[in-house]
């Protein structure tokens, strides 16, 4: 049984069942309309046009409706639609269908679908649990100057509940510290650029957070050995979890642009965010507890740091937390005033 709804500018034959889950005959989850309207935002605030975009992990095809729907038509040259369910394709060329827009829809392995496919200038990986088994193929037919969109859905093993899962597939140890989440993007980030170091792409973060129950992030590919070396390079560990990313989770100018588009508070508070390029952040509740300080509010404790000629924003990864490049001593200073 299937319900219509509306979803941004698109209208959606999705599953009538209320409970989300993988077993669903085909899977469409309401809570990552978030993560489609980010990733239709990027693609507006990217100066790419003619985009030959692919989603190799389609369910019912929503997003890439979305991109017909919503983005200026000189955006998307061609749209590649593939899921190995076939309830799904037939949904996803309903969808298409219904919204009278056009795709290439395909029903395939992801793996194989990419392989065949020749070069793609946008590929979206939105798997259930980690990108990891898709992200060889997905590199490989990634143009030079592409777009590669990750979501990673196992949190447990990259935020730190499961350490030895973590270092078996992502070749990190993460942390189960006030850093967990920023720790586990860095650590996706790393695994992702290894792939794309075997191929001679450097892949750098445009984009990241960390949101509900998983990770996202869009990378800039560019080709060379000596721009993956540079990359590398910012390989290290961050206190005993890593090694992981250490480099900047965002480019300020399309964060500005997303932000701008949007209005979305969340968004906003990543565009403040992406100001800081330091690595971690205070975790405001347990210094002044440790300290027996009383907690002041946020705003305040942002407007005293930056009195004092150091830069600090609230940060999307803890609601208790703060970025800021002052350090601790001058900090629990700033707390106790
Ligand atoms: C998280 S859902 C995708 C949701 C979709 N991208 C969206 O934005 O609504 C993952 C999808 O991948 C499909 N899938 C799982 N394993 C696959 C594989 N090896 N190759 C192709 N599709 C696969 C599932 O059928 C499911 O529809």
């Not at 500018?9 to 309309?33: D, G, Q, R, T």
């Not at 955006?75 to 799904?88: F, P, Q, T, V």
């Not at 906003?268 to 027996?292: L, Q, R, S, W």
Request: with cysteine; glycine share 8%.
């Amino acid at each position: 049984m299937y319900k219509e709804i509306i979803e941004g500018k698109a209208k959606i034959k999705v599953p009538a069942e209320e409970k989300i889950s993988k077993e669903l005959p085909v899977f469409y989850n309401p809570v990552m309309e978030f993560n489609r309207t980010v990733s239709v935002l990027m693609l507006k605030a990217v100066a790419n046009r003619n985009i030959q975009a692919a989603l190799p992990l389609g369910g019912t095809g929503v997003r890439g409706v979305r991109f017909l729907k919503e983005l200026p038509k000189s955006k998307i040259k061609g749209l590649w639609i593939n899921d190995s369910d076939k309830e799904a394709m037939k949904i996803i060329k309903k969808n298409l269908r219904m919204n009278d827009t056009k795709a290439e829809v395909s029903n395939k392995d992801a793996n194989l679908f990419l392989l065949r496919g020749s070069g793609f200038d946008y590929i979206d990986i939105d798997p259930f649990g980690s990108p990891n088994p898709f992200l060889d193929s997905a590199v490989k037919r990634l143009s030079r100057r592409g777009i590669l969109a990750v979501t990673a859905t196992d949190t447990g093993c990259l935020a730190g509940s499961f350490p030895k899962a973590c270092l078996r597939k992502y070749w990190s140890m993460p942390s189960k510290d006030d850093t967990m989440h920023e720790n586990g993007l860095r650590i996706l980030i790393r695994k992702v650029q290894l792939i794309g170091a075997e191929h001679g792409k450097a892949l750098t973060p445009m984009y990241s957070y960390f949101k509900d129950h998983y990770f996202r992030v869009f990378f800039r590919c560019e080709k060379g050995k000596q721009k993956v070396d540079k990359l590398i390079e910012k390989h290290g560990m961050f206190g005993d979890a890593g090694p992981l990313w250490l480099g900047e989770l965002w480019d300020k100018k399309i964060a500005a642009k997303i932000a701008k588009l949007s209005k979305d508070k969340f968004l906003k508070m990543v565009a403040e965010e992406t100001k800081i390029p330091v690595v971690g952040f205070y975790d405001v509740h347990k210094i002044c507890k440790k300290n027996k300080l009383s907690v002041k509010k946020k705003e305040e404790i942002v407007a005293d740091v930056r009195k004092k000629g150091y830069k600090a924003a609230e940060t999307h990864f803890a609601v208790q937390g703060l970025r800021s490049d002052i350090g601790l001593d001058e900090f629990v200073k700033i707390l106790k005033k």
